[in-house]
């Protein structure tokens, strides 16, 4: 047990870095939500940016479809040269987002026309150049996590948060103010609101592209590793690879269709004249619950490599199961603490949107199932049965949809985050299940549950206590969350009792 637990120490210790990246960078991103909802003009404006952003991701994951995992897995596999690798992954990577991003602004009007946004087919073009600069960095940035350089991936990942920040700044605040200046009233048009959100987005990816071409060029390792073997791009490599990394686009491409098809396909199905201003509520709202997905996303930085190096090792079922159970509990507490605080949290938006406040515990859950099945998705990528991925995602994708088209056009986005969640709720059970045939990991459903219940009747209590003043229900919060953590904490002493670890 010494040695797991050493592990799930190394662990903690790298999720911490990327963490305090993720979550420094998503929170200072955090403070465009009110920056938007503040400044630009309509609701129908963030709704813009709500759509338009759900559309990047989901290029993005086709973009670099499944070769940054691929990468991790052929870097780690026995007789493949990691610099090799890096490089036919990332010449694989840059030809085709180079492509896409040159298709795009050709064809930037019709793309407009079809997405509603014909006034505006520069958009388009910004974006798509945006996308694939982001597509082509993946493999560079897995390359600094593979090599356990987190501190320089998360200043490059902070450099890029702090120059879009304030860059929106300057545009959105500072050039209105500035206007009687010749230097700025010369270039500056104040009826362009949100198209200056596009401009600073890809004036801070390039900054942050041209960052890491050091990264890129790395000489001395090359140097150090050509008299060994050529780091070179391989064809049958690439072959091996894409044969690997394919089954997983599916898998990405449903998975973050999973997490976006909401605010894609809403403009769609909802036909209500504000159905753009109802875009942005919801979209501004969503923001609002990212603290969720700050922690899953920095906690899956450090899981993806841990368990690729791990997979050799006498105790790598059990790490993983810890590893499980930890995901759990912390992911429970930011969900209670989040809704605890509701009452504070709800000014990071104008008021015009709160409204869309109610959306925010669906939400939270969602990105709960999420991480959960994340966790749980590792039995098939260790054992190359990416198929099943794909076969879950879709299955999720469908129940998604469906339930989209059925209600969000009578229910509005409260139907969305509602399908959201039963889409994440059934791949989760539907991995779990099966995986545990494929490869049985020993998670410690027990005290899993435990927590589970703990943080429902703890949810359970504090909505009883609707008619308080709102500083009296966030102290008896505050007091509920202290349970939460004593539990915990319980909870985690039993465990060491019972393996004599005290």
């Known amino acids: 047990m010494s040695n797991t637990h050493g592990a799930m120490r190394i662990l903690a210790k790298e999720t911490a870095i990327y963490g305090l990246s993720s979550i420094i960078g998503k929170f200072l991103n955090w403070l465009l939500v009110p920056l938007y909802t503040y400044v630009l003009a309509q609701q129908s404006d963030y709704g813009i940016v709500t759509n338009l952003y759900a559309w990047t991701a989901l290029l993005l994951?086709?973009?670099?479809?499944?070769?940054?995992?691929?990468?991790?897995?052929?870097?780690?596999?026995?007789?493949?040269?990691?610099?090799?690798?890096y490089r036919t992954a990332m010449i694989s990577i840059g030809t085709t987002s180079l492509l896409f991003a040159v298709l795009c602004c050709v064809f930037s009007q019709p793309i407009a026309r079809w997405l509603g946004y014909a006034d505006h087919a520069e958009f388009i073009a910004l974006l798509a150049v945006v996308v694939a600069m982001d597509a082509f960095a993946s493999i560079p940035f897995a390359y600094l996590r593979y090599k356990k350089q987190a501190i320089r991936f998360a200043a490059l990942k902070l450099l890029f948060v702090f120059l879009n920040i304030v860059l929106n700044i300057f545009f959105l605040v500072l050039c209105?103010?500035?206007?009687?200046?010749?230097?700025?009233?010369?270039?500056?048009?104040?009826?362009?609101?949100?198209?200056?959100?596009?401009?600073?987005?890809?004036?801070?990816?390039?900054?942050?592209?041209?960052?890491?071409?050091p990264s890129v060029f790395d000489r001395s390792t090359v140097a150090q590793s050509a008299i060994a073997t050529p780091a070179s791009f391989s064809w049958p490599l690439l072959k091996q690879m894409l044969r690997y990394s394919l089954p997983l686009l599916v898998l990405g491409v449903c998975g973050i269709m999973n997490q976006t098809l909401d605010r894609i396909i809403f403009p769609f199905l909802y036909t209500e004249p504000d159905a753009q201003a109802q875009l942005g509520i919801y979209g501004a709202c969503f923001k609002v619950a990212m603290v969720m997905m700050m922690f899953t996303q920095a906690f899956r930085y450090a899981y993806e490599p841990f368990v690729f190096s791990k997979q050799k090792e006498?105790?790598?079922?059990?790490?993983?199961?810890?590893?499980?159970?930890?995901?759990?509990?912390?992911?429970?507490?930011?969900?209670?603490?989040?809704?605890?605080?509701?009452?504070?949290?709800?000014?990071?938006?104008?008021?015009?949107?709160?409204?869309?406040?109610?959306?925010?515990?669906?939400?939270?859950?969602?990105?709960?199932?999420?991480?959960?099945?994340?966790?749980?998705?590792?039995?098939?990528k260790l054992t190359d049965k990416t198929q099943w991925g794909a076969w879950f995602s879709l299955i999720g994708l469908v129940i998604n949809l469906v339930l989209q088209i059925v209600l969000?056009?009578?229910?509005?986005?409260?139907?969305?985050?509602?399908?959201?969640?039963?889409?994440?709720?059934?791949?989760?059970?539907?991995?779990?299940?099966?995986?545990?045939?494929?490869?049985?990991?020993?998670?410690?459903?027990?005290?899993?549950?435990?927590?589970?219940?703990?943080?429902?009747?703890?949810?359970?209590?504090?909505?009883?206590?609707?008619g308080w003043s709102t500083v009296g229900r966030m102290a008896a919060g505050t007091g509920l969350i202290t349970v939460y953590i004593g539990g915990i904490y319980l909870l985690h002493r039993s465990e060491q009792r019972k393996t004599g670890t005290v």
């Open 61 to 85: 994951v086709i973009l670099t479809y499944g070769m940054e995992t691929g990468f991790f897995r052929f870097a780690n596999k026995e007789g493949e040269h990691p610099l090799t690798v």
């Open 176 to 213: 209105p103010l500035w206007q009687g200046c010749s230097l700025i009233s010369s270039w500056y048009d104040p009826n362009y609101g949100v198209g200056y959100v596009f401009i600073a987005n890809i004036l801070a990816t390039g900054i942050q592209t041209l960052c890491l071409l």
């Open 314 to 380: 006498k105790n790598s079922l059990q790490a993983y199961a810890d590893a499980m159970k930890w995901y759990v509990y912390f992911s429970l507490l930011i969900l209670l603490g989040m809704v605890v605080y509701m009452d504070l949290l709800r000014y990071l938006i104008a008021p015009s949107y709160w409204e869309g406040l109610r959306v925010i515990p669906i939400v939270l859950w969602t990105y709960v199932f999420q991480g959960v099945y994340f966790n749980l998705s590792f039995w098939y």
């Open 408 to 466: 969000v056009p009578r229910y509005g986005y409260m139907a969305s985050a509602c399908a959201a969640w039963a889409s994440y709720f059934v791949i989760m059970l539907l991995s779990y299940f099966v995986g545990q045939r494929h490869m049985a990991i020993p998670y410690d459903l027990t005290r899993i549950f435990l927590s589970l219940i703990l943080c429902l009747l703890l949810l359970a209590a504090y909505s009883s206590m609707d």
